[in-house]
Nanobody, 123 residues
């Protein structure tokens, strides 16, 4: 069993920065941040594989977001800079205990999820 506790998020103006943190307890695995905007499907943002490969990013956040992982503390942090209105959504931390590399970006490959935290970027 894995429990995930997220923190961070909030409202910021375009061009600003926010940081999200996720602390996990229990089994380890692939760890990632996903986001979901209203009316849209859940989207992979960034993460690491079960073996620690990565980081991996979706193209739209490359150069603006930085993900880091502290294995000893089982913590995943997402530093988001130069935020855009398109980054608005609910951000979820996820752990996949059996996630394979080819499925890293698929929400269905993750079996544990945090409750989500809202990020709103105003233009």
């Amino acid at each position: 069993q894995v429990q995930l506790a997220e923190s961070g998020g909030g409202t910021v103006q375009a061009g600003g920065s926010l940081s999200l943190s996720c602390v996990g307890s229990g089994q380890s695995g692939a760890m990632a941040w996903f986001r979901q905007a209203p009316g849209k499907e859940r989207e992979y943002v960034a993460g690491f594989s079960r073996t620690g490969s990565g980081p991996f990013y979706t193209d739209s956040v490359k150069g603006r977001f930085t993900i880091s992982r502290d294995k000893a503390k089982n913590t995943l942090t997402l530093q988001m800079d130069r935020l855009e209105s398109a980054d608005t959504g609910v951000y979820f931390c996820a752990v996949g205990t059996r996630t394979i590399l080819s499925s890293l970006r698929q929400p269905s490959a993750y079996n544990y999820w945090g409750q989500g935290t809202q990020v709103t970027v105003s233009s």
